[in-house]
C-alpha cells in the first residue's frame, strides 16, 4: 500500500515516475473512429499522404493514456487526481509500436489563500516512447487536499 | 459538400457550431474503465462521497467528445484538423444525461513567416450541455494551410 498524498507532502522538484502502456495500430484505429475520425488517424494508406507521413495517434489518445497512467502507476493523490486546467503540446506523433511512459514533476505548490483544506499543485508531466522521444508535454494544475490534523 | 477552409477564407471573430453528442451513465464508465480508473468516474456510490458529489466524466472523455463533434460537424479544414498545443480548462463537469456541444471563435490568424503555404489558427471552442452550462473551454493552435495559387 502506497499511502496517498497530501498539498504538504510535496517538494518542488518532486518526480514521479509510472509504469508502461503499448498501443499497436488497431488501438490508434479503434480511439479515432469515436473519438477523433480523420483519416491520418485510421488509415495507413491516407495517413502515409498526409503531414504526419504515416499512422499517428489522435493526441486526444495520447492525453488519455497519460491519464490512465498517472492515475494507476503514477505518484497517488488523496481524494483523487482532479484537474482544474492545463496546457498540452504535442511536439511529435505516437505511433504504432510505441509504449508510453511517463515522468512528472511538481513545478509549483500553491495552498489556496482562503481555504486551508486544499490548495493546487502544478505538474509537468512528459509522455515519451520507448526509444526517449517526447510526445506529449502535459502542464496541469491538479487540485490537493492539505493535512488539516 | 462543404468545401474545406484554408486559413486565406477565415477572419478573426468567425464562429462554428457542432452537431451534438449525448452520454450516459454507461459512457462515461466505459471510458473511464480505460483511461480515468477513479471512483468518482467509475461508481455513482463513490462519487456522492467525492469533490464532484455525484458521477462525473472524466475530462479528457469531455475533451475526446469535443474534438469528435468537432472533426464531424464543425469547420471542415483542409488537410485536416491537427493540433500543435492547446489549453484546457474544465468549468464544470460532464455528467449523465448531458447532450454535449460545441461552438469555436477565431481568435487569431498566424500566417507562416517562413512557410507562405502554411500558418496556425487560434480558436477558442466552448463545449456546453443542453442546459447552456460550460463544461470545457479548449483553446488550441490548428495548423492550417494556405492557398498557394
Redesign the interface.
Known amino acids: 500500500m502506497i499511502e496517498p498524498l497530501y498539498l504538504d507532502d510535496l517538494r518542488v522538484g518532486d518526480r514521479f515516475t509510472t509504469g508502461e502502456y503499448a498501443l499497436d495500430a488497431e488501438a490508434i484505429k479503434a480511439f479515432a473512429a ?7 488517424h485510421l488509415d495507413e494508406v491516407a495517413a502515409a499522404d ?3 507521413g504515416g499512422l499517428a495517434a ?3 489518445q495520447t ?3 497519460t ?2 497512467l498517472m ?2 502507476s503514477g505518484m497517488k493523490i488523496a ?12 511536439p511529435r506523433p505516437t505511433r504504432p509500436g510505441d509504449v508510453l511512459r511517463v515522468e512528472s514533476e511538481v513545478l509549483e505548490l500553491r495552498p489556496s489563500a482562503t481555504r486551508a483544506d486544499r490548495g493546487i499543485v502544478v505538474l509537468r508531466s512528459e509522455t515519451r516512447n520507448q526509444h526517449g522521444d517526447l510526445l506529449m508535454v502535459l502542464t496541469a494544475k491538479v ?1 490537493m487536499q492539505r493535512r488539516t490534523t
Open positions: 469515436v473519438y477523433d475520425p480523420q483519416p491520418f498526409s503531414l504526419f489522435s493526441g486526444w492525453a488519455a493514456i491519464m490512465r492515475v494507476t481524494g483523487g487526481q482532479i484537474g482544474a486546467g492545463c496546457e498540452l503540446q504535442w487540485m
